[in-house]
């Protein structure tokens, strides 16, 4: 009874009902307007095929145009409108104002160092170009000078984080996607509130969606009371409206700007295994150390600017040089460093960062590219390239989820398989449990790591980001990891993934509308 009583009192339900309530009301009175008026059908009619007109022409991918197509045909009286309230990909104009005008300041105070792209082209010009895509179209630098460590698993990334958290001198920045309450957060707030007393500077942004049913409404105010800034990003209403599909998925901790921590661990139990949802939680982060964290300050700045009332300069928090040459004098060697390319991405433009730096890896591999990911929801751009690597001899791998948190994503992911298999790629599901982990490691040299999931939402819709690696000796820990990980899981062969065809037929008609999953 109590369960029931919380789950009607909750955020997620009363907003999930009002929302219902509009859209029933909204059809409802659009049928009734419509049956009454022959002149409001064909107004409708002749704005959903002006809409469909404009679905065709505008410079998006195939996949999702064909997504919005099929409504808009299917329903001429409703579809238009429907297209006209969630069919654009772009955030509201006033989010989209206040993230351009943070970024356009603070971008003035990036520096790409010319030596380091220099040497880089010195070495291989094809990895030259790859930064200088990111460097380009992101804004973000390839720095040379940061040490950086793999995790294998959040409980692996925890005692690290926790021990950062606690050396801390000046400030602490912490931007999430989920943040629950549990041992993993509690231990976490409990080091941000004596910093905060201490005099540390501690901001928080997490995202409203990412956190609705996990943490109190309002709990900003409640962080308050320990002098903890917080930003709660694109805050969750009861409107129907596609404002709301444009999440910070971005995971980021930066201390004193010289530490920075991020990958695909969020601040809750299930992500260092404390609690089981999906048997066992494989996940996967990185922490930097050195010139390269400026990138994930710079990321956490520009959120927290548009959307709170400073205005804060870069200057202001570039790394301790002290703290950063302790670290410096334990390393083995400026040797083992490489290149490293934090980077970012977001719906604000149409460049499409995080797909782009996955494509690039891929058509550039010579004789390995091995995946993870969570969900594989992919266009024909991304399968092309994928099949083109195999067939021209790439080993290519890739590892999902044996046990899904989303059955239906599931299923759709699932429906890529037998493409990918008869192109010769390897594919995978960890047996254990739920892998989360968003990785490519490609012939010993190159490697990513972050939040970018390989589906629509995240490469179309969410604010992301990235670590791009090259030469540097972590590359190997994460090949370890992966073969670790394809050690444990199910190799998908041809026969076990023949399926009966009302599963191809359901599947088949969720293809269709994965761009809007």
């Known amino acids: 009874m109590r369960k029931i009583k919380k789950l009607l009192l909750s955020r997620i339900f009363i907003v999930g009902v009002l929302i219902l309530i509009?859209?029933?009301w909204f059809i409802t009175f659009m049928l009734?307007?419509?049956?009454?008026?022959?002149?409001?059908?064909?107004?409708?009619?002749v704005l959903s095929f002006i809409a469909l007109i404009l679905v065709i022409n505008r410079n998006d991918n195939p996949a999702y145009k064909l997504a919005w197509s099929i409504p808009i045909l299917a329903f001429p009286i409703l579809g238009g409108l429907l297209y006209g309230m969630l069919g654009g990909k772009k955030p509201a104009r006033r989010m989209r104002t206040q993230i351009d005008a943070s970024w356009k300041r603070l971008s003035k105070e990036i520096m790409q160092e010319k030596e380091v792209l220099n040497t880089i082209e010195g070495i291989d010009k094809k990895v030259r170009g790859q930064v200088g895509y990111i460097v380009n179209n992101s804004g973000y630098p390839v720095y040379s000078n940061t040490l950086v460590k793999y995790y294998e698993s959040g409980e692996e990334n925890f005692p690290d984080m926790l021990e950062a958290l606690r050396n801390a001198e000046k400030f602490i920045f912490v931007e999430y996607f989920i943040i629950g309450e549990g041992r993993m957060w509690n231990e976490i707030l409990e080091i941000l509130k004596e910093k905060a007393k201490a005099g540390v500077d501690v901001r928080l942004i997490y995202d409203d969606f990412g956190c609705l049913t996990l943490l109190p409404y309002k709990y900003g105010e409640e962080l308050a009371k320990y002098n903890i800034k917080c930003v709660v990003f694109n805050p969750v209403i009861p409107i129907f409206s596609a404002v709301m599909n444009h999440r910070d998925h971005r995971k980021i901790m930066v201390i004193d700007g010289t530490i920075g921590f991020?990958?695909?661990i969020n601040l809750a139990d299930e992500y260092i295994n404390e609690k089981n949802r999906f048997g066992y939680w494989k996940d996967t982060g990185i922490r930097l150390i050195g010139d390269a964290v400026f990138s994930l300050t710079?990321?956490?700045?520009?959120?927290?600017?548009?959307?709170?009332?400073?205005n804060d300069h870069l200057k202001d928090f570039t790394p301790d040089a002290t703290l950063y040459q302790k670290f410096l004098d334990m390393n083995e060697g400026k040797d083992t460093y490489g290149f490293v390319q934090p980077y970012a991405d977001s719906p604000l433009d149409e460049e499409n960062v995080g797909e782009n730096v996955y494509l690039n890896i891929i058509n550039m591999a010579q004789d390995y590219v091995y995946i993870c990911t969570p969900y594989l929801i992919i266009d024909n751009e991304m399968m092309t390239?994928?099949?083109?690597?195999?067939?021209?001899?790439?080993?290519?791998?890739?590892?999902?989820?044996?046990?899904?948190?989303?059955?239906?994503?599931?299923?759709?992911?699932?429906?890529?398989?037998?493409?990918?298999v008869k192109a010769g790629i390897k594919v995978y599901q960890f047996e254990p449990g739920f892998l989360h982990a968003k990785s490519f490691v490609c012939d010993d040299e190159i490697a990513t790591v972050g939040t970018i999931n390989m589906d629509y939402r995240s490469l179309y819709l969410h604010f992301e980001c990235g670590v791009y690696m090259y030469r540097n000796k972590t590359i190997l820990d994460i090949k370890k990891d992966f073969i670790q990980t394809m050690q444990q899981s199910i190799h998908m062969t041809e026969d076990k993934i023949k399926r009966k065809l009302p599963m191809r037929l359901f599947q088949s008609i969720l293809r269709l509308f994965a761009p809007m999953m």
């Open 32 to 45: 009734n307007l419509t049956s009454e008026s022959w002149w409001i059908q064909i107004v409708l009619q």
């Open 385 to 420: 390239s994928l099949c083109l690597a195999s067939k021209r001899g790439v080993d290519v791998r890739i590892i999902t989820p044996n046990i899904p948190d989303k059955k239906i994503v599931f299923a759709v992911t699932q429906s890529y398989y037998e493409q990918l």
């Open 22 to 24: 509009q859209t029933v």
């Open 298 to 310: 710079t990321m956490f700045l520009t959120t927290w600017n548009a959307f709170h009332s400073s």
């Open 262 to 264: 991020t990958g695909g």
